[in-house]
């Protein structure tokens, strides 16, 4: 695997409402919990419904200066499970899309 779950912050820091963002050969990526906001102190009873986005894009933008039509994303659950999902998703992208981001 190219892009390693090691790499990314654990799955507690995106309950503080931040996005870890990479890039890795000419294609970008975010991952975030969405909503994005800072649930930490929040009781897990008391929160709403939240997933993992995972989200890639070709450079050199960054994800703010990114037209979203050229962004493609995907949700997972907010646990272990979903963030190694999410990051195998992102080296999927990278791989079936190759051609997108070396240009």
């Known amino acids: 695997m190219a ?3 090691s790499s990314f ?5 995106y309950e503080y409402g931040e996005a870890y963002f990479g890039s ?10 969405e909503p994005l906001e800072n649930v930490k ?5 008391q929160r709403g419904p939240a997933t993992l986005m995972a989200t890639v894009w070709p450079e050199p933008n960054s994800y ?4 979203k039509s050229l962004m493609t994303s995907e949700n997972f659950e907010v646990s272990q499970e979903g ?3 999410a ?3 992102i080296n999927d992208q990278y791989t ?8």
Request: net charge neutral; hydrophobic share 40%; glycine share 2%.
């Open 3 to 5: 892009i390693e779950v």
């Open 96 to 103: 079936s899309r190759e051609s997108e981001w070396t240009k």
């Open 9 to 13: 912050f654990n799955l507690m820091h």
């Open 83 to 85: 963030l190694e999902q």
């Open 87 to 89: 990051v195998q998703w």
């Open 64 to 67: 703010a200066h990114t037209d």
């Open 24 to 33: 890795y050969k000419g294609m970008r990526y975010r991952l975030a919990r």
């Open 41 to 45: 102190f929040v009781p897990v009873d």
